[in-house]
């Protein structure tokens, strides 16, 4: 283990606080850690595992340089360039994901940085919500919607029928923070005088390695595209490998870890057991105020053991991926690929008032259909 991962361990402030509270609930839950490595989505970490290599491989490559100054020149103002990463943060969370979308939008927003002056920070805060308003659209777009259509027995078309107006009215308040957050300011061009290096055998490589692993994951063979794919890295480039913020991974195991001991709790239980009872409004609130907590998947995979994968439960938990971080991993991945503490404190004066909104605004529109 090298003194970089050492370092950023030491100074990884919400991993330690992601281990206290597992310890904390380790003494309110039957002590069973044996059990705590089946509690963790082994196919969540090797996915994200092979994005981060793709992604750093890409960004080591120089591409993104080459990309953001084309970018750059072809935007005339700060709002002109927001508008266009916040759509297509959307667009691509609809069929790609929210989490692969981030590891497509984040790296070139901070790129871009280099070639223009633009707000990094807001920038990748509006991309994060863009993904989890995007991806609430389509049965494909994040995690939850992929288990309520499986579960609801909906029509592809059908389930985009059943999101749109939610998808709709979210994007539709976004464009219009976009407008007022986001000035028509002249983006002024820097480093004009020299032409960015890239090196097209690490990018053709990418796009190699990034086949293989859809291939793998396709056939359920993920860890096996893992071990492939950085294996060709450690011979292309071994610096990708070693440049991955890995640390990464053991915050989402710590996040595996707390939510399972959370959902042992008693109190959590005896609430639930009574959910398939509560008004629509109850299970509204019930269902967004629990992804705040312990993340809209888990959330949805512990109410459909209550409650029939409805409409309302759709809306809900895609809801509750606004607010706090824990909402939705994707705010986890978009903050930490910023790299900037300061965006931690910054990103909720955004996103709690936007679940305010979705809460009122998508309760609202369930009550006219």
């Known amino acids: 283990m090298n003194l970089p991962f050492l370092h950023a361990l030491a100074r990884d402030r919400f991993l330690h606080l992601l281990i206290i509270i597992g310890l904390l609930l380790s003494?309110?839950?039957?002590?069973?850690?044996?059990?705590?490595?089946?509690?963790?989505?082994?196919?969540?970490?090797?996915?994200?595992?092979?994005?981060?290599?793709?992604?750093?491989?890409?960004?080591?490559?120089?591409?993104?340089?080459?990309?953001?100054?084309?970018?750059?020149?072809?935007?005339?103002?700060?709002?002109q360039i927001a508008f266009f990463m916040v759509l297509a943060a959307a667009l691509l969370s609809t069929f790609l994901t929210n989490d692969v979308a981030l590891f497509i939008i984040v790296p070139l927003?901070?790129?871009?940085?280099?070639?223009?002056?633009?707000p990094v920070n807001r920038l990748i805060i509006f991309e994060a919500?863009?993904?989890?308003?995007?991806?609430?659209?389509?049965?494909?777009?994040?995690?939850?919607?992929?288990?309520?259509?499986g579960r609801s027995g909906l029509s592809f078309t059908a389930f985009i029928g059943q999101m749109f107006p939610l998808a709709l009215a979210m994007m539709l308040t976004l464009l219009v923070l976009c407008w007022f957050c986001f000035p028509a300011k002249t983006l002024v061009f820097q480093s004009s005088d020299r032409t960015p290096q890239w090196s097209p055998v690490l990018v053709w490589g990418?796009?190699?390695?990034?086949?293989?692993?859809?291939?793998?994951?396709?056939?359920?063979?993920?860890?096996?595209?893992?071990?492939?794919?950085?294996?060709?890295?450690?011979?292309?480039?071994?610096?990708?490998?070693l440049s991955v913020d890995w640390s990464l991974?053991?915050?989402?195991?710590?996040?595996?870890?707390?939510?399972?001991?959370?959902?042992?709790?008693?109190?959590?239980?005896?609430?639930?057991t009574g959910?398939?009872?509560?008004?629509?409004?109850?299970?509204?609130?019930?269902?967004?105020?629990?992804?705040?907590f312990i993340s809209n998947v888990?959330?949805?995979?512990?109410?459909?053991?209550?409650?029939?994968?409805?409409?309302l439960l759709a809306w809900a938990v895609n809801v509750g991926g606004f607010g706090l971080l824990p909402g939705s991993?994707?705010?986890?991945?978009?903050?930490?690929?910023a790299n900037d503490r300061r965006i931690w404190w910054r990103f909720h004066l955004y996103s709690l008032p936007v679940l305010l909104w979705a809460g009122v605004v998508g309760y609202l529109l369930l009550r006219l259909r």
Request: charged share 10%; proline share 5%; with cysteine.
């Open 109 to 118: 927003t901070l790129t871009l940085k280099k070639w223009c002056a633009i």
């Open 249 to 272: 991974l053991l915050v989402f195991m710590a996040m595996f870890i707390d939510v399972h001991l959370l959902t042992q709790l008693p109190a959590l239980h005896h609430l639930l």
């Open 27 to 79: 003494f309110l839950v039957p002590f069973a850690p044996q059990k705590w490595p089946a509690a963790i989505d082994w196919h969540t970490i090797i996915t994200l595992s092979g994005l981060m290599l793709l992604t750093k491989g890409v960004e080591q490559s120089g591409y993104f340089d080459v990309l953001g100054r084309k970018m750059a020149r072809r935007f005339v103002t700060e709002r």
């Open 329 to 337: 991993l994707a705010n986890l991945i978009a903050l930490r690929m």
């Open 129 to 149: 919500l863009a993904v989890n308003a995007g991806s609430l659209l389509t049965p494909i777009g994040n995690p939850q919607n992929i288990l309520l259509w």
């Open 206 to 241: 990418c796009l190699a390695f990034y086949l293989v692993f859809l291939v793998a994951l396709e056939l359920k063979l993920e860890l096996w595209g893992l071990a492939l794919i950085a294996a060709g890295f450690l011979v292309l480039a071994k610096r990708v490998v």
């Open 298 to 311: 888990p959330s949805t995979i512990l109410l459909l053991n209550y409650v029939p994968p409805s409409m």
């Open 275 to 292: 959910v398939g009872k509560f008004s629509d409004g109850g299970l509204w609130l019930t269902a967004i105020g629990l992804s705040q």
